[in-house]
């Protein structure tokens, strides 16, 4: 019997003395939290120095490279973006409240263009080159900072990222999820349940059926609010899986193949080479020289 993940509800309380949430992660201290989809009320900025590993946000999953810079709007389902592969130096996780300076902050005039910001983050933001890396810095300078001098720093680097020109919006697709806590609740079951179970094949009639409800509902009820159909979502999950094994492991690319829930390897060449541009010894390769 294949035992089901309960989504998991983040309670996020803030850093002592402030009325947002900092939190930084080195080799040392690594962020362990978070290894299934998970969602909270608090808007979420996570830079990671380095490294390379999954970016899993509502249905948009990708391999990022070189480190990452992603703002996560309010309860927008996501995983965590590093484990003990990933090899970065440091990850900075800011979460705040939407109405965390009062509920009509974001209305005056100095702050309606974060207000835009903040409402295209609803569906997830990664931003990328100088960009990221300017404002990753200014983001990591805030541990130091006193509470009131961080606060200050964050509306400079929402600021920043407001100005960024180097970005892309996740889930271009759509995602909506309805208001209710049993929305939320299903679509953390089907991701938690694909994250623990795509390395077999995965029937429509079971997925449904874990969510209680029939094939012809599921496949309407997906579609709407990730913009993917179920087979699509399953499959680039296997994709982004292999990327991350001929990253992270030396083992031959038949078994990243299998490994990654594929059990054709003519297939799996072809569909890799349609997701990345690149077929996998290619890209193997170029992360090789990359790395060297």
């Known amino acids: 019997m294949v035992k089901i993940s309960k989504p998991s509800f983040e309670k996020v309380d803030p850093s002592f003395g402030s009325s947002f949430s900092f939190k930084s992660f080195n080799q040392e201290n690594q962020n362990r939290n978070h290894t299934f989809w998970h969602y909270h009320p608090e808007i979420e900025l996570v830079y990671v120095n380095g490294g390379s590993g999954k970016r899993q ?7 990022y490279q ?3 810079l992603i703002l996560i709007g309010s309860n927008l389902p996501h995983c965590g973006f590093t484990d003990s592969l990933t090899d970065n130096d440091k990850e900075t996780v800011i979460q705040f409240s939407p109405d ?7 209305e005056i005039p100095e702050m309606r263009n974060v207000r835009v910001l903040l409402e295209r983050a609803k569906n997830g933001i990664v931003f990328h080159g100088e960009d990221k890396n300017l404002i990753g810095e200014k983001i990591e300078a805030l541990s130091s900072l006193t509470n009131y001098k961080r606060l200050l720093g964050l509306l400079d680097v929402l600021n920043m990222l407001e ?16 208001t209710e806590l049993e929305d939320h609740n299903r679509i953390n079951v089907i991701f938690n349940f694909v994250k623990n179970e795509f390395k ?11 969510v209680s409800m029939t094939v012809p509902a599921f496949c309407r009820y997906f579609k709407k609010t990730t913009g993917k159909t179920f087979v699509q979502f399953v499959n680039e999950y296997r994709l982004v899986h292999a990327a991350k094994l001929l990253h992270e492991k030396q083992i031959s690319i038949t078994d990243v193949c299998f490994e990654s829930g594929f059990n054709n390897f003519s297939h799996f060449n072809k569909q890799f080479k349609k997701f990345t541009g690149k077929s996998p010894s290619v890209y193997r390769n170029e992360i090789k020289f990359a790395v060297s």
Do not use: M, P
């Not at 965390?100 to 974001?106: A, D, E, S, V, Y």
């Open 163 to 178: 100005n960024a020109k180097d970005f892309t919006l996740l889930n271009a697709e759509g995602f909506v999820l309805d």
């Open 200 to 210: 077999r094949n995965i029937a429509l009639e079971e997925i449904a059926d874990v």
């Open 57 to 63: 946000i509502g249905s948009h999953i990708s391999y």
């Open 66 to 68: 070189h480190g990452d």
């Open 100 to 106: 965390f300076l009062g509920k009509n902050f974001w």
